[in-house]
């Protein structure tokens, strides 16, 4: 079982930076990709940023040029720089880290998220 832990959230003024930081831990065979969403109330969970471990990092458009993302792969941990925060980014962020595990039934990846930490930027 993998746990996943986010931390780093808060309030801001729009204009401001936070950053977000995700660890995975526990039985971890390969991670594929890690990647930050995002789920303002009312409104479906998105897509923020993901970084897969054989490929380069990707951004929602609402936050290319704002946002970055990186990895520590030594301690399977994720990254979210936020940098110009408006008053749309106001969510809950959720870490994902996906895995990919070789067992009976073949190559299988599994998909674990943290509990999520909040994130309020006010006018």
């Known amino acids: 079982q993998v746990q996943v832990v986010e931390s780093g959230g808060g309030s801001v003024r729009a204009g401001g930076s936070l950053r977000l930081s995700c660890a995975a831990s526990?039985?971890?065979?390969?991670?594929?990709?890690m990647a930050w969403y995002r789920q303002a109330p009312g409104k479906q969970r998105e897509l923020v940023a993901h970084?897969?471990?054989?490929?380069?990092?990707d951004y929602a458009d609402s936050v290319k040029g704002r946002f970055t993302i990186s990895r520590d792969t030594a301690k399977n941990s994720v990254y979210l720089a936020m940098n110009n925060l408006k008053p749309e980014d106001t969510a809950a962020y959720y870490c994902?880290?996906?895995?990919?595990?070789?067992?009976?039934?073949?190559?299988?990846?599994?998909?674990?998220w943290g509990q999520g930490t909040q994130v309020t930027v006010s006018s």
């Open positions: 526990g039985v971890i065979f390969r991670i594929k990709t």
């Open positions: 994902k880290v996906t895995t990919t595990e070789v067992g009976m039934q073949g190559i299988i990846d599994y998909d674990y």
């Open positions: 970084v897969p471990t054989d490929g380069n990092a």
